[in-house]
């Protein structure tokens, strides 16, 4: 049964310069449900927010641009995504999911329309499944040469721990590989884990990418996350140059609960930001990386 999410905070700068261009490589829009509905079989039900309220989001934080990821909730229905990228398009980019039966026209209408990447889901707990619905590997293996052939990346949703057993289906797919959230570490294990061991080695050598986004998911602290540094440390110093960063707004799958945070201040997250980067680093992670990963000019 589908939970009700907790809305957005209401945004606020984050009191500090950004770069020109900065972009938030990691966010969802849900909407409007009249046109776009949710999966009936989904993990969690957020409000409606539409591309028109993201680019008011991204205004009111300073942020040029932006990544619009399909969220698990509508399955392989990429309308929304498709949608809010129209709303902006020089601004905005997508990741989308698909069903092995994909058009071939589709594909092209959504690389014209800003699609660069496909997020496959493989994020399991002690080996469940965490949020339903999602593409898995079978479905990348068939799309992956007309994906190849129109220059898109893969976006893995999984947990680090997890890494060895998948990074040899993923690799050999033939296409860029960013990694979700610093691998959805919880900061319990430490650094040394190594699924962990293994994203850095992999961000080193040029071989993957990853979002050093989610504080709020791997903190077991709470805001303003200073047990993430360490893993934020860790793949900064690997290399700055395979890194982006994203808000993941508007933070779904938070409901009030004792066991949660509360919804994250997307102006702590950014702050957060520039607590573990230097002037050169934060230029990398918001503009270079993503300027070339998702094609922004």
């Not at 409901?255 to 230029?283: E, I, K, N, Q």
Request: net charge negative; hydrophobic share 40%; glycine share 10%.
């Amino acid at each position: 049964m589908s939970r009700d999410c907790l809305p957005p905070q209401a945004p606020e700068p984050p009191g500090f310069a950004l770069p020109d261009d900065a972009c938030d490589s990691h966010t969802h829009v849900f909407g409007p449900y009249a046109r776009s509905p949710l999966a009936e079989d989904r993990s969690y039900t957020p409000p409606e927010n539409d591309g028109a309220a993201l680019v008011r989001q991204l205004d009111a934080m300073g942020l040029a641009r932006c990544v619009i990821v399909t969220a698990s909730a509508y399955g392989d229905d990429n309308r929304a995504m498709l949608d809010a990228l129209a709303v902006a398009p020089d601004r905005l980019r997508g990741v989308a999911v698909l069903s092995e039966g994909v058009g071939e026209a589709d594909l092209d209408a959504m690389t014209e329309a800003g699609v660069r990447g496909v997020r496959v889901n493989l994020f399991r707990r002690n080996g469940r499944q965490v949020y339903r619905n999602g593409m898995g590997l079978d479905a990348l293996r068939t799309l992956a040469p007309r994906l190849r052939a129109r220059g898109w990346h893969l976006q893995a949703w999984l947990h680090a721990p997890d890494l060895p057993e998948l990074w040899p289906s993923l690799t050999a797919c033939g296409m860029p590989v960013v990694i979700d959230h610093m691998g959805r570490m919880s900061t319990a294990r430490g650094v040394a884990d190594p699924g962990f061991a293994l994203l850095c080695r992999l961000v080193a050598d040029g071989t993957a990418w990853t979002k050093i986004s989610g504080a709020d998911r791997l903190t077991e602290a709470g805001p303003l996350y200073g047990d993430v540094d360490p893993f934020a440390a860790a793949l900064i110093a690997a290399n700055p140059e395979r890194l982006v960063w994203g808000s993941d707004w508007p933070h779904i799958n938070y409901f009030g609960g004792a066991s949660d945070h509360g919804v994250p201040s997307d102006a702590d997250l950014l702050r957060t930001l520039r607590r573990w980067t230097d002037d050169s680093a934060l230029h990398r992670i918001l503009v270079d990386n993503p300027a070339a990963l998702y094609g922004f000019p």
